[in-house]
């Protein structure tokens, strides 16, 4: 979560309040990320954690909070590692 928290404060905060951002905020709610930063945020995630998001999951329940970011980037990490073992199990 330290990366995203990290990738959050630098890019939406300007380095400025990040120790007053709570892991439950609502990044909505807080006003800090707008439409636009949803999609700085996305790039950020796909490269830095090799995940694809889904349009469909471009929703508050996944990417309104540190929380539910790293419960979101867990889950598809735990995916992604779900669909390459049939593939390295079809190989042995």
Request: proline fraction near 2%.
């Given at each position: 979560?330290?990366t995203i928290r990290?990738?959050?404060?630098?890019?939406?905060?300007?380095?400025?309040?990040?120790?007053?951002?709570?892991?439950?905020?609502?990044?909505?709610?807080?006003?800090?990320?707008?439409?636009?930063?949803?999609?700085?945020?996305?790039?950020?995630?796909?490269?830095?954690?090799?995940?694809?998001?889904?349009?469909?999951?471009?929703?508050?329940?996944?990417?309104?909070?540190?929380?539910?970011?790293?419960?979101?980037?867990?889950?598809?990490?735990?995916?992604?590692?779900?669909?390459?073992?049939?593939?390295?199990?079809?190989?042995?």
């Amino acid at each position: 979560m330290q990366t995203i928290r990290h990738f959050v404060v630098e890019n939406f905060l300007f380095g400025q309040g990040g120790d007053r951002l709570g892991d439950r905020d609502s990044f909505l709610e807080k006003g800090i990320i707008d439409s636009t930063g949803v999609l700085e945020l996305v790039t950020f995630l796909e490269k830095q954690f090799q995940i694809k998001i889904l349009d469909e999951e471009l929703v508050p329940d996944n990417l309104d909070s540190l929380e539910k970011l790293a419960q979101f980037v867990a889950a598809k990490q735990a995916e992604k590692r779900a669909a390459a073992e049939p593939a390295i199990l079809a190989k042995m």
